[in-house]
């Protein structure tokens, strides 16, 4: 079964850190472009940032660039989103996304695979 799975949600306080982790089953990422979306309530799924196979490759929303990092180990199986500097506005439910084809990182039609996500709450 092919799958994804995301951890490392929780909740922090403003200001605070969390690592989200995206690790496949039944598949090797090592071919695919790895991106994260988030989604708030009431507001639709956005695109937080990609990595592309090689590592070449990083893109990051405006929204969060400087504040978050992904990286990935391929040996692991697992992409990572080290967030930092978190704010009320970051809370969502975050998911992890594999893409064999190219094309625009933050276009969701593009991914093959979806994990079920994990929720990040940023609260005092």
């Known amino acids: 079964q092919l799958q994804l799975v995301e951890s490392g949600g929780g909740l922090v306080q403003p200001g605070g850190s969390l690592r989200l982790s995206c690790t496949a089953s039944g598949f090797t990422l090592d071919y695919y472009a790895i991106g994260w979306f988030r989604q708030a309530p009431g507001k639709e799924r956005e695109g937080v940032s990609c990595i592309s196979s090689s590592e070449a490759n990083k893109y990051y929303a405006d929204s969060v660039k400087g504040r978050f990092t992904i990286s990935r180990d391929n040996a692991k199986n697992t992409v990572y989103l080290q967030m930092n500097s978190l704010s009320p506005e970051d809370t969502a439910v975050y998911y992890c996304?594999?893409?064999?084809?190219?094309?625009?990182?933050?276009?969701?039609?593009?991914?093959?695979?979806w994990g079920q996500g994990t929720q990040v709450t940023v609260s005092s």
């Open positions: 996304a594999a893409r064999y084809r190219g094309g625009e990182w933050s276009v969701e039609s593009l991914y093959d695979y």
